[in-house]
């Protein structure tokens, strides 16, 4: 079965150091991975996403992600870190149907809240 | 501007009482999604629907229901059934809901707290 862990529930970080939130995942086949953001009291916002290609994938709010298949990760990334990027991270990675066709059903991890100190 | 609309934003419900979410988008998706979110749990997937007239159970789909008579609309019924039923609950919505050689990307609604006194 297709999963995704979160290992860290929080990460503290301090404004303007760079940020990683870290998430690995176990798939068959080829891995569709997501991160999503959440605000508090709101829906998830889509930040990016790896399908295929470069490794290093570029997405909204100057976020970032790393795809290593050799350590099955995608680690979500960030130069210098915002008081505003406080929030909840969520990774997540595409099901797959039981003949291994791909659905757009999405496994999430249990997240990762962000707290960016002034 | 497209986008999901849920209602009501809180509501509150008695033990026994079925209570109704309402999930309306104008982006022309073809697949709605409902997902129930738990403080550390993550969003785990209730029912989703592909098309108009179908929808399919997700990986926790006691307890609870839903229709799709028309595109824009995917509403979800909490039963009585359902034996805990306080969460956040999260519509969401995609092109389709096989991307092919792509993946096509989730939007969700602002979500419906539910609490049950």
């Known amino acids: 079965a297709q999963s995704v862990a979160q290992p860290e529930d929080q990460v503290n970080v301090a404004e303007g150091n760079p940020l990683t939130v870290k998430c690995t995942y176990s798939v068959s086949g080829n891995p569709y991975l997501f991160w999503y953001v959440q605000y508090p009291n709101r829906g998830l916002q889509f930040l990016l996403k790896?399908?295929?290609?470069?490794?290093l994938v570029k997405g909204s709010y100057g976020f970032e992600a790393e795809f290593n298949k050799s350590q099955t990760s995608f680690h979500l990334k960030k130069p210098s870190a915002l008081v505003s990027d406080s929030a909840l991270y969520f990774c997540?990675?595409?099901?797959?149907?039981?003949?291994?066709?791909?659905?757009?059903?999405?496994?999430f991890g249990t997240g990762t809240l962000l707290a960016v100190q002034p | 501007d497209g986008g999901i609309t849920q209602s009501p934003k809180y509501l509150f419900r008695k033990e026994g009482q079925n209570v109704t979410l309402s999930c309306e988008q104008n982006l022309n998706h073809d697949a709605m999604y409902w997902y129930r979110q738990d403080p550390g749990q993550g969003l785990r997937l209730i029912y989703y629907?592909?098309?108009?007239?179908?929808?399919q159970k997700g990986d926790i789909a006691e307890g609870y229901s839903v229709s799709r008579e028309k595109k824009e609309s995917f509403p979800l019924t909490v039963t009585s059934a359902q034996k805990n039923p306080t969460a956040f609950y999260l519509c969401a919505s995609s092109i389709g809901f096989t991307g092919g050689s792509g993946a096509n990307v989730l939007t969700f609604g602002a979500g419906s707290r539910l609490t049950v006194l």
């Open positions: 629907s592909q098309i108009v007239n179908d929808f």
């Open positions: 790896y399908i295929t290609g470069d490794n």
């Open positions: 997540a990675v595409r099901d797959r149907r039981d003949y291994g066709g791909a659905t757009n059903k999405l496994i």
